[in-house]
């Protein structure tokens, strides 16, 4: 089968390439899924360029990647199923996370995945599940985000935050969104009912304070998040921007140390794969509640083009790979 290999560290262009690989070996509790289509996401361009460097060191691999097909997310048809499964069946469409989505063929454990939205594409589906995971889990179980809240979303634009938008008006949030001039129009299409354009004012110039703050962008202090917070409210830390070192994850552990002493609470988190909460995300699609945003669409062969483009942080919703 074709697939993306990734031989060590460093620019898409010169690390990934296109070549044929072995078919990948299902286990008892595992399907083989012939994947339609598979997203990318900043993540994504974070371990192609081995960045944070401290990631390196926490079991992706000193000098290249483990896993030597990138890529975690996917929409595609059930081939096989192993003999534990029964909760799938040749021919089921799914969507959902798996290690090695960047290929034709992906070994993806059951409780990664769940039937594929009825009224999505796989295109659409691809675009869905680490990131619509991340806002849910966010502002859902580490925000606990209730209805007729105010809630902040910085980085609203992006893959992350265009979820957030319409999941905070599904669980019945009043939604600040904040993002550039381009993507004022995008986030009140999908909910937003106010919008700070970053590019003209700070968040703390309208006085006004939120009970949850989702951060995905990274570049603001915490005293600053903390100005526009309410004294009992929740800052979430999802995104994180700064030094090849640890980029984000020192102001995270800042926030965390910081959290127990004061009123307000300060959390950080990494969105977990489980197929109750793609169950979830299903449902809100096929309710009329949320769809994906989708940025643009490239072909496996185009890898290296879509991962230099996200490395740029300027995308509008997600970036789709067909296979």
Known sequence: MKAIVQSAYGPPREVLELRDVDDPVIG?????????????????????????YIIRMMGYGLRAPKSAVPGSDIAGTIEAVGKDVTRFAPGDEVFGMCKGALAERAAANVRSLAPKPANLSFEQAAAVPT?????????RDKGELQSGQKVLIIGASGGVGTFAVQIA????????????????????????DAVIDYTREEITD????????????????????????????????????GGRWLMGSGRSMRAMMLSPF??????????????????????????????????????????????????????????????
């Open 206 to 241: 309208r006085g006004e304070r939120y009970d949850v703050i989702l951060d995905m962008a990274g570049n603001r202090s915490l005293s600053e998040l903390r100005s526009v917070l309410t004294p009992k409210g929740t800052l979430v830390i999802g995104g994180g921007s």
């Open 28 to 52: 008892d509790d595992q399907v083989l899924v012939k994947v339609q289509a598979a997203s990318v996401a900043i993540g994504d361009w974070l371990v192609v360029e081995g960045l944070p």
């Open 131 to 139: 990131s619509a995971l991340t806002a849910l889990q966010g502002l």
């Open 262 to 323: 004061i009123g307000q609470t300060m959390r950080t988190f990494i969105a977990r794969s489980n197929q109750e909460d793609l169950v979830v995300l299903k449902d809100l699609i096929e309710a009329g509640k949320m769809k994906p945003v989708i940025d643009g669409t490239y072909p496996l062969s185009d890898i290296a083009e879509a991962i230099e483009y996200l490395g740029e942080r300027h995308t509008q919703g997600k970036t789709v790979i067909t296979v």
């Open 169 to 192: 008006k599904a669980l019945g949030a009043h939604v600040t969104a904040v993002c550039s001039t381009p993507s004022i129009g995008l986030v009140q299409s999908i909910g937003a």
